[in-house]
C-alpha cells in the first residue's frame, strides 16, 4: 500500500478498553508497533475509553502539532459520533485546539477490508463445512444510545449475502443487547451448521465469556479470558445444531493497513 510519510504528524488510535480483562488492549498496542515500526509517523500512541492512558491524558503524550485521531471501533455510533469527539473537543474532520490540528477519520470497522475479514475467519474457523448448510451470524454488541451503532454489521450482512462467493443458506446481524438476539441463534437456525463470527476489534470479555454463555456452550464465570480456549474446541454440538465460533475480526495484523488507509482517505477527502 502506498502511503504518505508524515515526519512531523502523530498518530493517536482511539480504542475501548476494558477495566475487567487487560487482555482487551492487546491489539490496539500491537496495531500500534507495527505502524511505529514502519516509521511513517514522528509518533505513534492508543489511548481508551475504560483504560489508562485515557482520551483526556492523549493529547499530552504526544509532541506533535498535527495528529491523526483513528477509532479502533466497529461502527459509527455512540463512541466514534459522540464520545470521542466530545473528549477530544472537536468540531468537525479537522479541529485546532490547544496548539494542535487534529484530523478526526473514520472508524476501522467500516473500511472494505472488514467484508474480506469475515468471509476470511469463516473459512478458519469451519475449514471444509459446506456453506451451503450453514448459517453465518455476525455478532455485534448493540445499545440504544445510538441507532448507527448496528449500522456497519446491517450493512456487512446485506454485502456478504450478494457476493458471489457468498453461499450461505442465511446470513444474520445478531447483538447482545437488543434484537435480534445471539441468544436465540438455535431458532434462527434452519441449517445443520451455525458459524458465529463476533464482530468486536479485540476478544475481551464478550467473546470470551458474554457471546459463549449466549451460545449456551459456558455455562458460568470461571478462568480470566486469556486462560480460556473456547476458539480451540470447534465445533460445539448444541440443540441438534453443529456450532462453529470464530475469534473477533480485529486481532488480524493488516488491521494497521486499515488503520493508515484511513489516514491515506481522510487526507483525500479532507485535505486534498
Known amino acids: 500500500m502506498n502511503f504518505s510519510l508524515k515526519p512531523n504528524a502523530a498518530l493517536l488510535i482511539v480504542g475501548h ?28 500512541h492508543c489511548c481508551f475509553w475504560k483504560e489508562e492512558p485515557s482520551m483526556r491524558e492523549a493529547l499530552y503524550m504526544i509532541d506533535a502539532d498535527e495528529v491523526y485521531i483513528v477509532p479502533d471501533f466497529i461502527s459509527e455510533g455512540y463512541f466514534t459520533q459522540e464520545v470521542i469527539p466530545r473528549e477530544f473537543e472537536l468540531d ?23 467484508t474480506s475479514l469475515i468471509l476470511q475467519r469463516t473459512e478458519e474457523v469451519a475449514p471444509g463445512v459446506p456453506q451451503e448448510e450453514s448459517t453465518l451470524f455476525i455478532v455485534g454488541h448493540g445499545t440504544g444510545l445510538n441507532k448507527n451503532s448496528t449500522k456497519a454489521i446491517r450493512d456487512q450482512v446485506e454485502l456478504i449475502k450478494t457476493l458471489p462467493e457468498c453461499r450461505f443458506a442465511a446470513v444474520h446481524d445478531t447483538y447482545m443487547e437488543e434484537p435480534p438476539f445471539i441468544a436465540d441463534w438455535a ?59 470464530s475469534s473477533a475480526i480485529g486481532i488480524e495484523p493488516m488491521m494497521a493497513d486499515v488503520i493508515l488507509d484511513l489516514v491515506t482517505s481522510f487526507d483525500s477527502a479532507h485535505l486534498s
Open 187 to 245: 431458532k434462527m437456525t434452519q441449517t445443520e451448521n451455525a458459524v458465529v463470527v463476533p464482530f468486536f476489534i479485540a476478544d475481551g470479555l464478550h467473546s470470551y465469556q458474554d457471546i459463549p454463555m449466549m451460545l449456551g456452550f459456558e455455562k458460568e464465570e470461571g478462568l480470566a479470558a486469556s486462560q480460556k480456549e473456547i476458539f480451540r474446541h470447534n465445533p460445539y454440538h448444541l440443540r441438534e445444531k453443529t456450532l462453529y465460533y
Open 92 to 114: 468537525g474532520p479537522t479541529t485546532k485546539i490547544h496548539g494542535k490540528t487534529l484530523h478526526y477519520c473514520d472508524p476501522v470497522g467500516i473500511h472494505p477490508s472488514m
Open 17 to 44: 478498553g476494558s477495566t475487567e480483562n487487560p487482555d482487551s488492549s492487546t491489539p490496539y498496542f500491537d496495531h500500534a508497533k507495527e505502524i511505529r515500526a514502519r516509521g511513517v509517523f514522528a509518533e505513534v
